[in-house]
């Protein structure tokens, strides 16, 4: 029996794990958390049995407490609520599957406790990969990734030498707005963002897709999962979603992942590795697709791809900056009280305004967090 902890149980990435076990007789889970939403939590609770559920609201974590009272259950609440989910004692493997830079604590707090990371939280990497990586390695921790690029680059990986590595190819769908004009973007709305053509995920990586922040955040987190330099990372738009992503050998050779635009391959392989496991659902039919197409990232436009090499190429407290100002311009983005394009605008003038720190310390991290919201706050 495997038991797994999943933090952000209630979102995209914790359901389709959910899916996941309840397909496997052999995986259990023994923590869950989410932020505020009681109704799918409970429910979530009476089916899987956890030990340790959290929100971290903590009014709505009273809320469960009283409605799963009949239960034997431990509910806690706050940063603290997603620490104690993260170091559950008979959990094995942490999927990481909340949004945003709060999965930091919870996830140093998992490698330290000696747990395998299933890794979806890509701002935690984004942020504090250099804190991250050294210390899995410590403490003799593998960080799976989650994410589908990530996933397929370490599938085509196997069985490799690192030092035969040229490059890292990562393709990208180009998402709603990838031939609209600087013009044209003006006028898109909350909605438009929200229409991916190809995944179906929450909905601030779903903007972030939109942007291509996601891709640059990707970037970043290839960088930190698998050692390399920012040159050796290209970028792709391979509009059908169906190559994962790609690595280009020194003689030239290239190994694709290819699947369907479906998380639960990804998850899957994470959750069993280095074991592939029966996973039903639709299979490619090459003849029906006809052909898969490549274009250039349109990067001039849609400009997440440029900040974030340059962000990941500056380094130090750069990369904090350009994910906390993107988390704070999307949250305003969704509650629409900026445009599209502002998103970009408080990004750039966030990233203008830093004094980088060197190899900041998760303190340094969190600060420069704070100062960002702070100063899009006070625009
Ligand atoms: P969702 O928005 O669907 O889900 C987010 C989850 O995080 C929910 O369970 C939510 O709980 C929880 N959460 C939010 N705030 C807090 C908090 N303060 N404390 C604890 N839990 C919290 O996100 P996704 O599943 O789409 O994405 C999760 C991560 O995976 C992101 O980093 C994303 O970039 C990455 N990812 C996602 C992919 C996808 O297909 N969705 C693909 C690749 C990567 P509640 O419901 O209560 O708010
Ligand atoms: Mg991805």
């Given at each position: 029996m495997k038991f797994i902890s999943i933090i952000?149980?209630?979102g995209s990435i914790g359901t389709q794990t959910l899916e996941l076990v309840r397909a496997n007789e052999d995986l259990a889970v023994t923590a869950l958390a989410a932020g505020s939403n009681v109704t799918l939590l409970e429910q979530q609770i009476r089916e899987f049995h956890p030990r340790i559920a959290v929100l971290y609201d903590r009014q709505s974590a009273d809320e469960l407490r009283l409605r799963v009272s009949d239960l034997d259950v431990k509910v806690f609440s706050g940063p603290e609520g997603l620490v104690e989910a993260a170091v559950e004692?008979?959990?094995?493997l942490v999927v990481t599957?909340?949004?945003?830079?709060?999965?930091i604590r919870p996830t140093i707090a998992a490698i330290q406790a000696k747990k395998d990371i299933a890794l979806a939280n890509k701002e935690t990497l984004v942020t504090a990969g250099h804190l991250i990586m050294p210390m899995a390695e410590q403490y003799g921790v593998s960080i799976l990734p989650v994410d589908s690029e990530h996933s397929a680059i370490f599938q085509c990986l196997q069985?490799?030498?690192?030092?035969?590595?040229d490059s890292l190819i990562i393709t990208a769908?180009?998402?709603?707005?990838?031939?609209?004009t600087q013009k044209e973007l003006t006028a898109v709305t909350l909605e438009d963002a929200l229409k991916h053509p190809n995944w179906s995920m929450g909905k601030k990586i779903t903007i972030d897709s939109a942007t291509l922040v996601n891709k640059g955040l990707e970037v970043i987190e290839a960088r930190w999962l698998?050692?390399?330099?920012?040159?050796?990372i290209k970028v792709v738009v391979q509009?059908?979603?169906?190559?994962?992503s790609m690595v280009q050998f020194k003689d030239g050779g290239v190994k694709a992942q290819l699947g369907t635009p479906d998380m639960k391959l990804p998850i899957q392989y994470a959750l069993f590795y280095p074991e592939r496991r029966f996973l039903p659902g639709e299979r490619l039919d090459f003849a029906a697709l006809g052909s898969i197409s490549f274009e250039e990232p349109p990067?001039?436009?849609?400009?997440g791809l440029s900040f974030a090499y340059d962000a990941g190429r500056t380094g130090g407290s750069m990369p904090t900056v350009l994910n906390a100002a993107n988390e704070k311009a999307v949250a305003l983005f969704l509650q629409e009280e900026?445009?599209?394009?502002e998103i970009y605008q408080l990004i750039e003038d966030a990233m203008n305004a830093h004094h980088v720190i060197e190899n900041p310390s998760l303190e340094e991290v969190l600060e420069t967090e704070q100062w960002v919201y702070e100063f899009i706050e006070s625009r």
């Amino acid at each position: 029996m495997k038991f797994i902890s999943i933090i952000g149980s209630t979102g995209s990435i914790g359901t389709q794990t959910l899916e996941l076990v309840r397909a496997n007789e052999d995986l259990a889970v023994t923590a869950l958390a989410a932020g505020s939403n009681v109704t799918l939590l409970e429910q979530q609770i009476r089916e899987f049995h956890p030990r340790i559920a959290v929100l971290y609201d903590r009014q709505s974590a009273d809320e469960l407490r009283l409605r799963v009272s009949d239960l034997d259950v431990k509910v806690f609440s706050g940063p603290e609520g997603l620490v104690e989910a993260a170091v559950e004692p008979s959990c094995s493997l942490v999927v990481t599957a909340v949004v945003g830079m709060i999965g930091i604590r919870p996830t140093i707090a998992a490698i330290q406790a000696k747990k395998d990371i299933a890794l979806a939280n890509k701002e935690t990497l984004v942020t504090a990969g250099h804190l991250i990586m050294p210390m899995a390695e410590q403490y003799g921790v593998s960080i799976l990734p989650v994410d589908s690029e990530h996933s397929a680059i370490f599938q085509c990986l196997q069985g490799e030498d690192a030092k035969e590595v040229d490059s890292l190819i990562i393709t990208a769908s180009g998402g709603p707005f990838r031939k609209k004009t600087q013009k044209e973007l003006t006028a898109v709305t909350l909605e438009d963002a929200l229409k991916h053509p190809n995944w179906s995920m929450g909905k601030k990586i779903t903007i972030d897709s939109a942007t291509l922040v996601n891709k640059g955040l990707e970037v970043i987190e290839a960088r930190w999962l698998f050692g390399v330099d920012f040159e050796q990372i290209k970028v792709v738009v391979q509009p059908q979603s169906i190559i994962h992503s790609m690595v280009q050998f020194k003689d030239g050779g290239v190994k694709a992942q290819l699947g369907t635009p479906d998380m639960k391959l990804p998850i899957q392989y994470a959750l069993f590795y280095p074991e592939r496991r029966f996973l039903p659902g639709e299979r490619l039919d090459f003849a029906a697709l006809g052909s898969i197409s490549f274009e250039e990232p349109p990067t001039d436009v849609l400009k997440g791809l440029s900040f974030a090499y340059d962000a990941g190429r500056t380094g130090g407290s750069m990369p904090t900056v350009l994910n906390a100002a993107n988390e704070k311009a999307v949250a305003l983005f969704l509650q629409e009280e900026i445009s599209f394009l502002e998103i970009y605008q408080l990004i750039e003038d966030a990233m203008n305004a830093h004094h980088v720190i060197e190899n900041p310390s998760l303190e340094e991290v969190l600060e420069t967090e704070q100062w960002v919201y702070e100063f899009i706050e006070s625009r």
